[in-house]
């Protein structure tokens, strides 16, 4: 099946009670056993619950995995993969990446003992120079957050298939729509489920795509066993979302293509973000793994000044200054003081995440109207 086909119709079925098209929601917390031990396939909803099995099973088709596995968060689902590992060992990430996963990994896991080593991906080179006996992964996001850079899915693969390290790709800017990291030689595929996939900023949720049998296994007992597990009416949130992922992904794409030129072109900007500029550092490598370039946009006013960029987020009346991102409406945010606040200054501004850095989600509105929207805030400054 082809991808719009499979999001409407992968991992679902009618009922078989009573050929409702639309997978219910089974909003139970346990299931009755006709003796200790036999039972239909479900014994509580922490464990396994019909809605979610469904849904599960539509991820994994969507990224052409055997396994998803859902979680409560996304944050969740990146919680689940730092517990396969033990004290010792170390993780290789990129140095631009989602302030949360940050914050997870420094303030949480490097705690109990697992070392984190933040890295441009731009040459594989900085990263085989940390890479040791005790690393055990590398971390990957792209497109990062909310630089916009590129990292080269097939380089990351070879290196980690190299040193028998474990591959994960947080694929939330790109979505399933525009790029399947398994394809191209992930072990793990990691999505905020809140954003694109979900599509409607209505619910949170995160989820793992594998296709290793035995990875599959270990992620479901953290799943079970830690209990960070999504409810029925979440999940059956996301089911509707995902039936329409390929028509919101394909606007969202042409809308990012219409207000990444116009920003390019506006005398107040600085600079844009955005990998479907050919100028782009690797517009190459995302035209290789990418079927477009998405609705996620960064850029930079001139002058660089942290009271500019808060008149224009004031003055927008369809960018909503809103955290999160790849619901159906327009989103703008400051990452310096939102989604990347937990990450220090100077740490920030190495990777080019200056104060008057605006993060943009290209909902799927007439694009015409998001360029006067963005021309009036602008005037302002």
């Known amino acids: 099946m082809k991808f719009g086909t499979k999001a409407i119709h992968a991992g679902v ?6 050929g409702a098209i639309m997978t219910p929601i089974y909003q139970t917390s346990t299931y009755v056993q006709r003796s200790p031990g036999d039972h239909k396939g479900y014994e509580y909803s922490r464990t396994h619950n019909p809605t979610r099995t469904a849904l599960q099973q539509n991820l994994a088709a969507l990224e052409n995995g055997k396994h998803g596995i859902c979680f409560s968060s ?5 919680d689940a993969v730092v517990k396969l590992f033990n004290p010792g060992d170390e993780i290789i990430s990129t140095n631009d990446l989602y302030g949360g996963t940050y914050r997870l990994f420094t303030k949480v896991f490097e705690r109990y003992g697992i070392k984190f ?11 085989e120079a940390k890479i040791n006996a005790n690393t055990k992964m590398i971390w990957v996001e792209t497109p990062t957050n909310p630089m916009m850079n590129i990292i080269d899915l097939k380089a990351m693969a070879e290196v980690s298939k190299a040193h028998n390290l474990i591959l994960a790709v947080d694929n939330t800017f790109a979505s399933p729509y525009l790029q399947n990291p398994l394809d191209f030689g992930a072990d793990i595929v990691m999505h905020s489920v809140t954003k694109y996939l979900g599509g409607h900023s209505d619910v949170v949720m995160g989820a793992l795509v594998v296709n290793d049998d ?13 209990g960070a597990t999504p409810g029925p009416q979440d999940c059956f949130l996301v089911l509707r979302g995902i039936k329409t992922l390929h028509l919101r992904m394909e606007r969202h794409s042409q809308n990012g293509k219409t207000i990444a030129a116009f920003l390019k072109n506006h005398p107040k900007v600085e ?11 690797n517009h190459e490598v995302a035209k290789s793994q990418m079927r477009d370039f998405g609705g996620m946009i960064s850029f930079t006013l001139k002058g660089n000044r942290l009271e500019d960029a808060k008149t224009v987020m004031e003055n927008f009346e369809l960018f909503a200054l809103a955290e999160s991102l790849g619901g159906v409406e327009s989103l703008c945010g400051h990452p310096a003081s939102m989604t990347h606040a937990s990450i220090p200054k100077a740490e920030r501004e190495k990777v080019g995440l200056v104060d008057s850095l605006i993060r943009l989600s290209v909902g799927v509105e007439d694009a015409d109207d998001l360029k006067n929207d963005l021309a009036t805030a602008l005037s302002k400054i």
């Open 271 to 281: 600079k844009v973000y955005w990998p479907g500029f050919e100028d782009h550092p």
């Open 13 to 18: 079925e009618p009922d078989a009670t009573t």
């Open 117 to 127: 080593h933040f890295v441009s991906m731009n040459d594989t080179k900085e990263i």
């Open 74 to 78: 996304g944050l969740g689902a990146i």
């Open 214 to 226: 035995e990875l599959a296994s270990q992620l479901v007992f953290i799943q079970n066993a830690c």
